[in-house]
Structure formats: C-alpha cells, structure tokens
C-alpha cells in the first residue's frame, strides 16, 4: 500500500498539465497512471503530417514552454506563430516528465498500466499491481476521450478488394504506391479530414482526383484571429471585442455566424453552404485556399457501405473509379459526455473550463484545487463548458465562458495566477492597459460595454432554436 495525495488516470495534455500546476502550487505528491508506454495520450497516434491546430504558445503544461515562440516564414501558416508537430508534441511531453516532474521527487509515473479501480493500477504486461491509499483526489483526465483514427472501426462496411485506410498510413501508401490509385476519396468532414485534404495537395495529387464526402459543413475559426504575442495583441483583442458585439447584436446562430464571418473571426470553405456544425476547430485561410482545390464535393450524409463501384450514402449512391484510394476521417475528435461537477466524492473530472483551451482548463482546474475551499466553493469558481457540435451550442459555451472568466478575475488567487500564466496569453497585458494606449482602451471598452448586452442576449437565444 503506497500513500499519494493524487492519483491521475491518463498521462496526455490534460492529466500532465493538471500534475504541473499541483506541484508547482503545492506540497502534494501525485501518481500517474497510463496505458500507454510513454506521456503524451493520443499524440502517440498521430499521424505523421500532424500539427497542433493552435498555436504552441497555448499548449502545453504552465511551467514549459512548447516551442521557441517563433513564427512561420513559409507554408499555409506563414506570418502566423508556430504549430508544433505531433513529435514534437510528444518529445516536448516526454522531457516535461523526464526533466520535470519526475525529478520533483513528488511524482510517479505508472506507463503502461491501468487504472482498476478503487486506487488500484495493474500494469498491462505484467500484471502486477500497486494499491494506493489516495489521501485526496483521484483525477480522471480521460472524461473526454480523444478517438484515435488509427485505431478507430468505421461504422459502414467495405467490401474486400478496396483499399480503405487511416490517415496515419497516408503519407507512406502515396510515396509507394501512388501509382495504383486513380483517385483518392476522404471521407469525414472534421478537422481530420481537413488535415488530410491539405496532406494530399501538398503531396502533389490532383485536386479534381480527389473526392470529399462531407455530411456537414462547419464554421471554423480563423486562426489569425488566435495569436499571442504583443505584436498581435490589438488584432486578438479586436476579434474578442467584435464577438462581443456580434453576441449583444445576433439574432439567432446563423446571424451570429454570419456577423463572426464578416468580421473574419469565422471562416466556411464554401460561401454557398450554410454550415451544420461547429467543433472548435482552426483553420487558416492558407488551408482554407488549399482545400477549395479539391475537385468533388459529396454531401449525401453519411457513408454506409464502400463496393468496388463506389459509395451508398444516407441520401444517394456515388461512383467512384474502381481502384480509388478510400481514407477514413470519420472518427470523432472526442466523446461527448455531458457536464458534471468538477469538484466531488474526493474525485476530480478535467473539463474544459475555458473555450477551446484545453491545457489552460487543466492548469485553472489544478489551481483552483489547490485553494482553501470546499468542493461547493471550486465548483462556484470553475463550471465546466459543453463540447459544441451545432453552431446553437456556441450560445451556452459563450455563456458559461463569461461567468468563468469573470469570476476569475474578480477572485484575488485565480486573478494573480492567469496575471503570470503562460497559458493565459493577455491577462497582465489587458490590465496594463491605458487611456494613453488609444487603440487598445477603444477595443477593450467596446468589449466591456458589450458583455451585458450580450449575457442577455445570450440567454434570451438559448431559449430558441437559432
């Protein structure tokens, strides 16, 4: 039996950045618990092309900085701060342990172990067990599971003889065997497949050889609008303040969207195509130029079978040449549970708590833990936010997104702490702010003037459709 103050099941960006902040915050130890054989969760399936959709500046545990805050010279994200790639994430992980937490003397790390229950952990070759007698909090850091696409069983059958595969395998298959294929199709219309479109035009396949099967559009944000730095600052705070007004002004989702998009905080890849959902995802308008080279377009509904002759969709049937390379992008990003306290029964579920910050949800969910209070009293401080899928959702998260944000600032210990966050961005740089700063004071008091209007407005949406 091993005493630890902390027990957390997953060793990906939230449980590792969720470790970061206790031991920097406090005296606790803490144990790590992972099935897989090194930190960084899903990354470690990545496929090869990928890269962080935000910038590295926002990713990552508080304490280590991810990258070296440079900017993009060349590529679809040129001008714009760097996008860590999915090794890089994952050294970056492995030195937070190896050079961080681990050497605190307050961490343990348990790899390729599960989590059985009642402080119990069986490593999965072995089979020996650890029992921990938790003094505090068991931490689920695994509530919002990523699906892996390597790993993912389409949920429509494919008839033998065709090639479907998963994204990770996309690079090598083209390099060797491109010359089978007469056409290559994607199927799944979220960020992943976006990823793979991009993939394949810089691989150098013909955009009318490539076929797209979308059952929904989404809205996406522009990632220009998402940059840290001082030399962004105004620009990043001006898309802040015109969501702002947008939210006061909107009358329904598509209006809201629809303002977002004129403003250029939201982007669509088809102007004609009333977008059906909204996952968070972040896109340049490089990617977004790249992507509208793709010559077909299918937006039929759902796959559910593949033959040699083509696709039978929810809503019609499409061919497809015989010897057609088919990629699945159908897997969903996360599972969507619904939200629950945070904070309770010596337990702690990681939430997002701030919109579309995954790493600062973790680390303000370990601070807040760290603080004299009450179950009660940290779930006052930190509710969590729902994971969008319709762009209606977007009314809730804003919503929720405000109170947080407001009860945080005015809450002396969470005000100090994002003052001195790497993962908060502007926080010291907003109260830094004066009249002197001309610009900036406008930008900042048009989005004050317009929180009001838009929490009332907000709850009056909520109540209908959109």
């Known amino acids: 039996?091993?005493?630890?103050?902390?027990?957390?099941?997953?060793?990906?960006?939230?449980?590792?950045?969720?470790?970061?902040?206790?031991?920097?915050?406090?005296?606790?130890?803490?144990?790590?618990?992972?099935?897989?054989?090194?930190?960084?969760?899903?990354?470690?399936?990545?496929?090869?092309?990928?890269?962080?959709?935000?910038?590295?500046?926002?990713?990552?545990?508080?304490?280590?900085?991810?990258?070296?805050?440079?900017?993009?010279?060349?590529?679809?994200?040129?001008?714009?701060?760097?996008?860590?790639?999915?090794?890089?994430?994952?050294?970056?992980?492995?030195?937070?342990?190896?050079?961080?937490?681990?050497?605190?003397?307050?961490?343990?790390?348990?790899?390729?172990?599960?989590?059985?229950?009642?402080?119990?952990?069986r490593h999965l070759e072995t089979g020996g067990t650890t029992q921990f007698q938790v003094r505090k909090k068991t931490v689920d850091a695994t509530y919002f599971g990523t699906t892996i696409p390597a790993q993912h069983a389409p949920s429509f059958t494919v008839a033998d003889g065709v090639t479907l595969i998963a994204p990770n395998d996309v690079s090598s298959l083209w390099a060797s065997e491109r010359d089978k294929f007469q056409s290559v199709c994607i199927i799944g219309a979220g960020k992943t497949g976006m990823d793979v479109g991009v993939r394949l035009i810089e691989l150098g396949v013909p955009g009318d050889a490539i076929a797209w099967v979308k059952p929904r559009d989404s809205w996406l944000m522009n990632r220009a609008t998402l940059q840290?730095?001082?030399?962004?600052?105004?620009?990043?705070?001006?898309?802040?303040?015109?969501?702002?007004?947008?939210?006061?002004?909107?009358?329904?989702?598509?209006?809201?969207?629809?303002?977002?998009?004129?403003?250029?905080?939201?982007?669509?890849?088809?102007?004609?195509?009333?977008?059906?959902?909204?996952?968070c995802a972040i896109i340049s308008e490089?990617?977004?130029?790249?992507?509208?080279?793709?010559?077909?377009?299918?937006?039929?509904?759902?796959?559910?079978?593949?033959?040699?002759?083509?696709?039978?969709?929810?809503?019609?049937?499409?061919?497809?040449?015989?010897?057609?390379?088919?990629?699945?992008?159908?897997?969903?990003?996360?599972?969507?549970?619904?939200?629950?306290?945070?904070?309770?029964?010596?337990?702690?579920?990681?939430?997002?708590?701030?919109?579309?910050?995954?790493?600062?949800?973790?680390?303000?969910?370990?601070?807040?833990?760290?603080?004299?209070?009450?179950?009660?009293e940290k779930n006052e401080l930190c509710r969590p936010l729902p994971l969008p899928d319709t762009p209606h959702d977007y009314f809730a998260i804003a919503l929720s997104n405000m109170m947080n944000q407001y009860i945080w600032s005015r809450t002396p210990q969470t005000r100090d702490w994002m003052m001195r966050s790497r993962l908060d961005g502007f926080s010291q740089r907003i109260a830094e702010v004066t009249e002197e700063d001309a610009a900036a004071h406008a930008i900042l008091n048009t989005f004050r003037h317009n929180m009001p209007v838009a929490i009332a407005n907000i709850q009056k949406l909520m109540t209908g459709s959109g």
């Open 1 to 121: 039996m091993q005493d630890v103050d902390y027990l957390i099941i997953g060793a990906g960006a939230l449980g590792l950045t969720f470790a970061d902040t206790i031991v920097r915050e406090s005296d606790a130890t803490v144990a790590i618990v992972d099935r897989n054989f090194r930190p960084g969760g899903h990354w470690n399936y990545a496929y090869d092309f990928v890269r962080l959709h935000q910038p590295s500046e926002f990713y990552g545990v508080e304490s280590v900085r991810l990258g070296n805050a440079t900017r993009d010279q060349h590529g679809w994200n040129a001008g714009y701060f760097e996008l860590a790639t999915g090794e890089e994430v994952l050294d970056y992980f492995e030195t937070v342990m190896a050079d961080h937490l681990l050497p605190s003397g307050r961490v343990q790390y348990f790899q390729e172990s599960d989590y059985c229950g009642d402080g119990r952990v």
């Open 228 to 279: 840290p730095g001082p030399e962004f600052f105004e620009s990043t705070m001006l898309a802040q303040a015109q969501q702002m007004q947008a939210l006061a002004e909107a009358t329904s989702a598509r209006d809201l969207f629809h303002r977002l998009e004129s403003d250029g905080v939201m982007l669509r890849l088809d102007p004609a195509i009333e977008p059906e959902m909204y996952h």
């Open 286 to 376: 490089g990617e977004v130029a790249l992507l509208n080279q793709v010559g077909r377009i299918i937006r039929q509904g759902r796959v559910q079978s593949i033959s040699h002759s083509g696709l039978n969709l929810e809503q019609a049937t499409a061919a497809m040449p015989e010897n057609t390379l088919f990629i699945d992008c159908s897997a969903s990003a996360v599972t969507r549970h619904p939200q629950i306290p945070i904070y309770q029964d010596q337990k702690i579920t990681l939430q997002i708590a701030r919109t579309c910050q995954p790493a600062f949800s973790a680390a303000m969910i370990g601070l807040i833990e760290t603080l004299s209070l009450s179950d009660a």
